[in-house]
């Protein structure tokens, strides 16, 4: 079983500054099989990255995902508003098929 | 454009079981994808439960599978989850999805989400 560890727990940040999500699994895995989802308050997860690295259909350019082996990251590169949420990384093919991080819960500071 | 509907009871006694349906509109049941069902305890984080492929195929999470059973309706376009002997633990919101990518070959993930809705466990 392959668990993912998300850091920090809760990020505080002010609209305009750079966001750094870390998704740390523990074994080395197939970035093809890492995504980034990201929930607000009372609606479902939204794909955000899949691959790692590739934006979903309608996902804004200040978000981007990197990362290979054990270790991933998703970037905002300016924070908007609309941002402030929490987000899940996830990985496809452990057991069970699909694992979630704990979530990121990035609130405005 | 793809949408999923939950819809279930929204309270459940405990030992039961609870049966959901999500509805599909805008893409067949029947196409090359996996569809599946994933849940969240309030105030905590996501839990996959399991997928179904049109063929009959279905993969479930091991922590639950001696409970679960995803089960489709062709002529419906909707499929359906049934959890039996539920008991608090099981209180969640519950989202029914679409998987999508090459997964075997390819990446795998989660997209589109139906709305989700809150089952209760409760007496």
């Known amino acids: 079983e392959i668990v993912l560890t998300q850091s920090p727990g809760t990020l505080s940040l002010s609209p305009g500054e750079r966001a750094t999500l870390s998704c740390r699994a523990s074994q080395s895995i197939s970035s093809s099989y890492l995504a980034w989802y990201q929930q607000k308050p009372g609606q479902a997860p939204r794909l955000l990255i899949y691959?790692?690295?590739s934006r979903a259909t309608g996902i804004p350019d200040r978000f981007s995902g990197s990362g290979s082996g054990t270790d991933f990251t998703l970037t905002i590169s300016r924070l908007e508003p609309e941002d402030f949420a929490v987000y899940y990384c996830?990985?496809?093919?452990?057991?069970?098929?699909?694992?979630f991080g704990q979530g990121t819960k990035l609130e405005i500071k | 454009q793809l949408q999923l509907q939950e819809s279930g009871p929204g309270l459940v006694k405990p030992s039961e079981t609870l049966s959901l349906t999500c509805a599909v509109s805008?893409?067949?049941?029947?196409?090359?994808?996996?569809w599946t069902w994933v849940r969240q305890p309030p105030g905590k984080g996501l839990e996959w439960i399991g997928e179904f492929y049109h063929s009959g195929r279905t993969n479930y999470n091991p922590s639950l599978k001696s409970r679960v059973t995803i089960s489709v309706d062709n002529s419906k376009n909707q499929f359906s989850l049934n959890l039996s002997s539920v008991t608090a633990a099981d209180t969640a919101v519950y989202y029914c999805?679409?998987?999508?990518?090459?997964?075997?070959?390819?990446?795998?993930?989660?997209?589109?989400w139906g709305q989700g809705t809150l089952v209760t466990v409760s007496s």
């Open positions: 691959g790692a690295s």
């Open positions: 999805a679409r998987v999508q990518g090459g997964c075997s070959y390819s990446s795998c993930y989660v997209d589109p």
């Open positions: 996830q990985l496809y093919g452990s057991s069970p098929l699909y694992t």
């Open positions: 805008g893409d067949s049941i029947s196409s090359s994808n996996w």
